[in-house]
């Protein structure tokens, strides 16, 4: 569904599957249905705090069509925390097929006075000019995954950390290849869609990582973060190496293709980490019945988050657990790694 590599020594807000104050709440409606978790609903009904009814609010919500379960789940999440909220309507409108039409639709929203806007880009610089025409308006933009470059585009950013999740995936094979006695291993790495700058990201932090432990990537295919580009590169990055140690995949979506084209190659020498954290890719993990033995976390639960916070925006509060008056301007919830060991805790987040 997760971007210019920012500083790494900032500030940042990590949160887990529990309501922050009384009334932001991460953990997501992660099925096919827009409705509100046994959490969700307990952290908008929770007595006091930010959690009471108080001012109407009107969220605006545009993300691109479900072409993949992270996108889809972008989109459930976002839906059933508003619903989860007797003071907060909730306006979707179609973000089209490219970034030009997003803009156009996310204009006419603006026309109708919404409260705030909750908006997933197609492309973050592509739409960096409607965040900027937003917030000119009056309208709060909250920017979600795909970053807008101009910080004036928007009144908060929430997004999961793309280096992180590089540095995590990196960090596990290299302590794997410690306890396995692997000195130089040879790593393949699937990305996504490298126009975007999330992808680029990742691919910074698992090389940046990589790097300082003395280790390179053999290999490198870009994916479109679907299944079937993903069985392709993976097809042809296997058949660039004949032997592998490790392969990195940013996406668990993509990675349905990649094991596809793992089964059908009948490699078994090497372990897989993915990422994103799809429900599918922990129970395979917790199965460990595949060369897939990790993913690194970009949660959708983004997408309840940054409806919670928008509401807070729009209703002129801060975050009850935090003593500044306003809610943050950037949110960015850091990468963890699941394994077969503690992929159990983190079911209820797969999407």
């Known amino acids: 569904m997760t971007q ?47 959690s009471e009814p108080g001012k109407r609010v009107v969220i605006g919500f545009s993300a691109p069509a479900a072409d993949h379960g ?23 409108v179609e973000a089209g097929a490219d970034a030009a039409a997003q803009r156009a639709a996310l204009s006419t929203l603006i026309s109708q006075k919404p409260d705030v806007i909750v908006l997933l880009p197609h492309d973050g610089k592509e739409l960096n000019a409607f965040g900027l025409e937003a917030m ?27 280096y992180g999740m590089g540095v995590a995936a990196a960090t596990y094979m290299i302590e794997q290849f410690k306890a396995k006695g692997i000195s130089n291993p040879v790593i393949g790495e699937i990305a ?8 680029q990201e990742r691919s910074k932090g698992f090389v940046d990582t990589l790097t300082a432990s003395g280790f390179k990537v053999a290999n490198r295919r870009a994916a479109r973060f679907t299944a079937d580009s993903g069985q392709q590169e993976a097809a042809q990055l296997l058949q660039a190496l004949p032997k592998i140690d490790a ?4 996406d668990d979506d993509q990675g349905i293709g990649v094991l596809a084209a793992v089964s059908q190659s009948g490699r078994k020498e090497f372990f897989m980490v993915g990422g994103a954290g799809s429900k599918k890719a922990m129970e395979d993990i917790q199965a460990d ?47 963890e790694t699941i394994t077969k060991e503690n992929a159990g805790n983190y079911l209820k987040l797969g999407f």
């Open 70 to 92: 992270w996108i889809a789940a972008i989109t459930n999440n976002a839906k059933a925390q508003a619903g989860a909220y007797s003071d907060v309507e909730f306006k979707s």
């Open 136 to 162: 000119k308006a009056g309208v709060p933009v909250v920017n979600l995954d795909r970053a807008f470059p101009d910080a004036r585009a928007y009144r908060l950013q929430i997004k999961g950390d793309n």
């Open 4 to 50: 210019h590599s920012r500083d790494m020594s900032r500030r940042r807000l990590l949160f887990g599957g529990a309501a922050v104050g009384a009334g932001v709440l991460l953990a997501g409606c992660t099925s096919n249905e827009a409705q509100p978790t046994e959490a969700q609903t307990k952290a908008a009904a929770a007595p006091g705090g930010n």
């Open 289 to 335: 019945n595949t060369v897939l033995k990790a993913t690194v976390t970009y949660s959708p639960s983004m997408a309840s988050s940054a409806v919670s916070l928008a509401r807070l925006i729009g209703q002129g509060k801060g975050m009850s657990d935090l003593v500044e008056l306003q809610v943050p301007k950037e949110i960015i919830l850091a990468s």
């Open 247 to 250: 392969l990195w995949n940013h």
């Open 192 to 199: 996504g869609m490298d126009e975007l700058e999330l992808t």
